[in-house]
């Protein structure tokens, strides 16, 4: 591992005194984890530095060609004030997988990981305390070429910012409902749709205003050839429940492979759930949940780690789903998840790593 060089900043932020309003992705804390690549060379130069603005040419490559990846993972404060972080490692290797795709390098995992733990030690006092709240982590890769051209960089930018944010469920876990697109797509079979790019988030950003512009909170994505199959909800991965039985859609390249789906099938398994993976048609799960056999339906990921859905909407007809309440099966996989990831629950799949 490289030696990390750190950096202080001389003038701190005054600390969020109501942690009720956090909110997400507005405050960011003091100081900022970097690491730079250069072919032929290697990940080099990892620092921790104040929290600042880049200095980019209008002709960095980042901005033309969009190699930029991201993650996105928690510190979490247990009741007895320490810290944890719930699959790190997992994140950093997923970008990996990520970079892979892009044509971007691997990262060094070994010291992106240590240089989080320091940089989180170092700002360990920006963690909240209220119930519900987190330190969420944002690991990112740019292209920093200076050139027009469109083939890999040579050079990349691997930062890490951290910011407090508030609880996704301020009043009470509550069912959303979600627009069934049929029309745009999010991702197709050999393309990005695995990866954690940036471009898939740009690609959504349309569809996500037409759904809110008639109501709803999310998008459900269809399949990008035949628009029949289901595949994601907004950023998170879908998930039905049939009574005592849990299907999701399965992996297949343009579905992003969640950390958070992982541990939720992981928890069903061992909370007594059958799970199963497979192709799920839109016209299925209405016919299903119209003849009373699909009781629940609910997103996963890491901002909200479960999200119960409520009503479907697809062209033009309304669903609810399980009376527009949340059901056992959501309450129990989200109790058990954030149980864990707070200290509450013991961890007994080796995915908590305690820091303090």
Known sequence: MQEIS???????????TDESKLGFGK?????????????????????????????LDPATTVFHY??????????????????????????????????????????DEETAYEGLVKLLEIEQDWVPHQEGTSLYIRPTMMATDVMLGVHAAKHYLF???????????????????????????????????????????????????IAEEKGYSQVLWLDGVEQRYVEEVGAMNMMFA???????????????????????????????????????AIADIFEDAKAGRLTEAFGTGTAAVISPVGELCWKDEKLIIGGGQIGPVARKLYDTLTGIQFGRIEDKNGWVIRLS
């Not at 009574?243 to 061992?270: D, K």
């Open 6 to 16: 750190i950096t202080r900043a001389t003038v701190l932020k005054e600390k969020p």
């Open 242 to 280: 049939y009574g005592n039985r849990i299907v999701t859609p399965a992996l297949n390249g343009s579905i992003l492979p969640g950390i958070t789906r992982e541990s939720v099938l992981t928890l069903a398994r061992q909370l007594g759930y059958e799970t199963e993976e497979g192709r799920l």
């Open 159 to 209: 930062f890490i910012i951290l910011c407090p944010v508030g609880s996704y469920y301020k009043d009470g876990l509550k069912p959303v409902g979600i627009y069934v697109e049929d029309a745009y797509v999010r991702a197709v079979r050999g393309g990005t749709g695995f990866t954690k790019c940036a471009g898939n988030y740009a690609a959504s950003i349309l569809a996500g205003q």
């Open 66 to 107: 969009g190699q930029a990846i991201f993650e996105g993972t928690k510190c979490y404060r247990r009741a007895d004030g320490g810290l944890q972080l719930f699959r790190p490692k997992d994140n950093l290797a997923r970008m990996t997988r990520s970079a892979r795709r892009m044509c971007m390098p691997a990262l």
């Open 27 to 55: 405050i960011f804390t003091d100081h900022m984890f970097l690491m730079d690549y250069e072919e032929g060379r290697g990940w080099h130069d990892p620092r921790i530095v104040p929290y600042g603005n880049f200095s």
